[in-house]
């Protein structure tokens, strides 16, 4: 399947032009010594705080910059159990595979809490601490539920409730998905350019599996590029490369098992080190700054680094999270 395109973004102050990103190769090395981030004036920060809705948003349906709907990742409607689309049903083993799902679409900043009747109910804030509405996890009291997640954030596209189904109770007779945990699979990519002209070229790229189909699940696949890219010239504007809500979800998945993933990339082609840093599809625009964000998959890091003034060189991390498989 071949699926890209780019976002238009804007421009600001002396910014004459905006790149788009060539993406390609199998990844060898990656380091903070390699990719020229021992340069510290090039580090503009560590995150500290999120756009949560948008992380929210990620992790369940992707859209475009103009809030079209692409694909869902996780959840799908059911229409013999709701006729709402916007009512969408995941199946799980248990309860605590629940609270992972609901765990994973939270930002870093917000602060968890433990409860010992899983009830719980966040409010979501931009960047600069305006609210944005809440969610809240409590445990199903319908048969077969095992627990249901409603949704107050005005702003959200295109679902508003998630029910966690026991996986017995799913409608649909399941098909397990042609790869399983660690395995690879290569995919063909067409991708637009800038050289001085627009351009289109076709690469293959490794990917690993790094979580498998489930019900209302897709597979997510992660790969990563072999060549190290200046982001002030090659922008990470494609489908394949991951927001920083999907980032933070593969963060969260390769970190609790990162020998396995690590191993699994090796065994691909693909290096993956505790402390190395990817360029993901997060672009900040100032006045006269553009910073270029990047995450850290052993713990989850986010930080953005200036690419106005530097030129600071790293891989990218892609995904393929739209296939059903």
């Known amino acids: ?39 510290e004036s090039k580090h503009r920060r560590t995150a500290t705080t999120f756009d949560d809705l948008a992380f929210f948003q990620d992790t369940f349906i992707d859209v475009d910059s103009l809030g079209n709907f692409l694909h869902r990742n996780i959840g799908q409607p059911i229409a013999t159990l709701d006729q709402d689309t916007t009512h969408l049903f995941v199946g799980v083993k248990d309860i605590e595979e629940a609270l992972k799902y609901f765990d994973m679409s939270l930002a870093p900043d917000i602060e968890r809490r433990l409860s010992s009747t899983h009830n719980y109910i966040y409010t979501l804030s931009d960047v600069k601490g305006n609210e944005q509405g809440t969610v809240s996890f409590a445990p199903g009291t319908e048969d077969k539920h095992v627990a249901e997640m409603i949704i107050n954030l005005p702003d959200l ?16 007779q399941f098909k397990s998905g042609r790869y399983r945990l660690g395995d690879s699979r290569k995919e063909d990519i067409e991708v637009v350019y800038w050289d001085g002209w627009s351009r289109t070229a076709h690469y293959t790229q490794t990917f690993v599996c790094i979580r498998e189909k489930g019900n209302g699940v897709k597979p997510l696949y992660v790969g990563l590029t072999g060549d190290f890219w200046d982001a002030r010239d090659h922008r990470v504007q494609s489908d394949y490369c991951p927001k920083p809500g999907t980032a933070s979800q593969i963060a969260n998945i390769t970190k609790k098992d990162f020998d396995f993933f690590k191993a699994c990339f090796s065994a691909a082609g693909m290096s993956l080190d505790a402390g190395w840093l990817y360029w993901i599809n997060d672009i900040e625009l100032g006045i006269l700054t553009t910073d270029c964000g990047c995450i850290c998959l052993s713990d989850g890091t ?11 060189k790293k891989r990218i991390v892609m995904k393929i999270d739209w296939e059903d498989d």
């Open 1 to 39: 399947m071949k699926k890209t395109y780019f976002n238009n973004m804007l421009i600001k102050g002396c910014m004459a032009f905006v790149y788009a990103v060539v993406l390609c190769g199998l990844s060898t090395s990656c380091s903070k010594d390699d990719d020229d981030s021992d340069d």
């Open 157 to 172: 596209k295109h679902f508003r409730r998630i029910t966690f189904l026991e996986n017995s109770a799913w409608p649909y």
């Open 302 to 312: 986010i930080d953005y680094w200036d690419i106005q003034w530097q030129t600071p």
